[in-house]
């Protein structure tokens, strides 16, 4: 990340960003983020790189993708050597986890249907068939 635009402090970006300022201390601390340059007195300092970056990651995370996941996305945004099939390998291997967990959920959805028509819902719930099925 380049230096320009510095003395951001983590509130600030964590204001731009929208994000919890520990948020932002643990995405450093596993490595999602680089680390800031530090003032003599301690303080991180940022620029608006950071911003951008803390975007990246937050919308990678609406799309799916887990912390691990997004690594693997920072590690190809700033190689010199990745090309955009790389990226699109990434993003074709969440995309079939998608469509496993759409059937696991369209299975799992059909045998709660299938479970939800044997009771009529008008017996003492010691006598529903949903409980005694899920009892065994």
Do not use: W
């Not at 994000?19 to 007195?41: D, F």
């Amino acid at each position: 990340m380049s230096k320009c635009q510095k003395n951001l402090k983590i509130g600030d970006i964590a204001d731009l960003a929208n994000l919890e300022v520990q948020t932002i201390r643990y995405y450093e601390s596993i490595g999602l983020l680089p680390k800031p340059t530090r003032t003599e007195s301690g303080y991180r300092e940022y620029n608006e790189e950071y911003v951008e970056h803390l975007r990246f990651i937050k919308n990678s995370q609406e799309l799916g993708f887990k912390l691990e996941e997004i690594k693997e996305l920072v590690k190809l945004k700033f190689s010199k050597r990745s090309l955009g099939k790389d990226v699109k390998d990434v993003i074709k291997a969440k995309i079939d986890e998608i469509d496993q967990e759409i059937e696991n959920l369209t299975e799992l959805k059909l045998r709660l249907t299938k479970l939800n028509k044997t009771c009529n819902g008008k017996m003492k719930t010691n006598c529903c068939p949903i409980i005694s099925t899920l009892s065994v």
